[in-house]
């Protein structure tokens, strides 16, 4: 019906279908379809149609104050909805870094956010800082409501509760430089006589497996540990001393001079989001939304 007051409005305007239609990007048929169906509903004409143009009957004249009073009340019924929702729209604030990628979340997100206009997502940014990171994780809660992110820290389950989402493939890290970049698969007896550093500043028990099984099975490479956590500084570090690196296939892209490549350790790390042992009620209600939406992917998997 609003689509055909527009209409209405627009030829009692223009006094023609054609121009009508012109201006409303539609065919003059269709606008003489929505113009007859009108008149249908209303029961009596609204146009004198003549070879010139059309013009309005005393009915329509009448009609056209009503008319444009409807459409003005609709768009202004609009704005008092949408402001309505804006105000008790609660806005997730979401933490992301280049090592821990909220785009995780807000590709998922995406596709159902439609379907819960009463939630938004709020992107705060972190830095990617060994020394800082420990502080960052102690906002969740506070300024942060979650981090996306891989699980490399085992005891952050002491702290915070964890909604996996995936794996990461882990890979390695060398210079484009190093006389291993151009391979498409590494093996670990590729990195024979290498250093290989591995970082383990967040005491994972995954990489601690791997650490362990290089050294007993592959004394012929030279673990270099970095007890600390990734950031920034390890990919320079890396980069510069061409030492190899432990890291995650969605890292590939952190550091231009460094190429990532598939290993033949067939092992992956859980990624996903880190939020409150307690969040609060409007948290807990969106995290549930997405549990929802994992349960229902799972579900046509298998």
């Known amino acids: 019906m609003i689509e055909q007051l527009k209409t209405f409005v627009q030829v009692a305007e223009s006094g023609s279908f054609s121009k009508a239609a012109e201006k409303l990007f539609i065919s003059s048929t269709a606008v003489m379809k929505q113009m007859n169906l009108l008149e249908k509903q209303a029961g009596v004409p609204l146009f004198i149609r003549t070879n010139h143009g059309v013009r309005l009957t005393k009915a329509g004249i009448t009609f056209i104050k009503d008319a444009e009073f409807m459409l003005q009340y609709f768009q202004e019924s609009l704005i008092r909805m949408h402001q309505s929702a804006q105000t008790n729209r609660h806005m ?102 290498e250093r290989l550093a591995i970082v383990n500043g967040g005491e994972s028990a995954i990489i601690h497996d791997i650490r362990d099984f290089l050294i007993m099975n592959h004394p012929q490479i030279r673990i270099k540990d970095v007890p600390r956590l990734y950031d920034l500084d390890v990919f320079n570090r890396c980069e510069e001393s061409n030492t190899v690196m432990l890291t995650l296939e969605a890292w590939a892209d952190i550091h231009p001079s460094l190429v990532t490549i598939p290993s033949d350790l067939d092992i992956e790390i859980p990624y996903g989001l880190i939020y409150p042992l307690h969040p609060s009620q409007e948290v807990d209600q969106f995290l549930e939304i997405i549990k929802e939406m994992q349960g229902n992917v799972l579900a046509k998997v298998e």
């Not at 990171?133 to 979650?146: A, F, H, K, N, V």
Request: aromatic fraction near 10%; include cysteine; glycine fraction near 6%.
């Open 92 to 193: 997730v604030r979401v933490g992301t870094s280049m090592l821990n990628p909220c785009n995780v979340l807000i590709e998922l997100w995406n596709g159902i956010s439609d379907l819960y206009p009463q939630f938004g997502i709020n992107i705060v940014h972190f830095e990617d800082d060994a020394h800082t990171l420990p502080t960052t994780y102690r906002m969740i809660g506070q300024s942060l409501d979650i981090i996306a992110g891989p699980f490399l820290t085992d005891n952050l389950k002491d702290y915070y509760r964890m909604l996996k989402l995936g794996s990461y493939r882990v890979c390695f890290a060398i210079s484009r430089q190093h006389r291993l970049a151009s391979r498409k698969t590494l093996s670990i007896k590729d990195l024979y006589g």
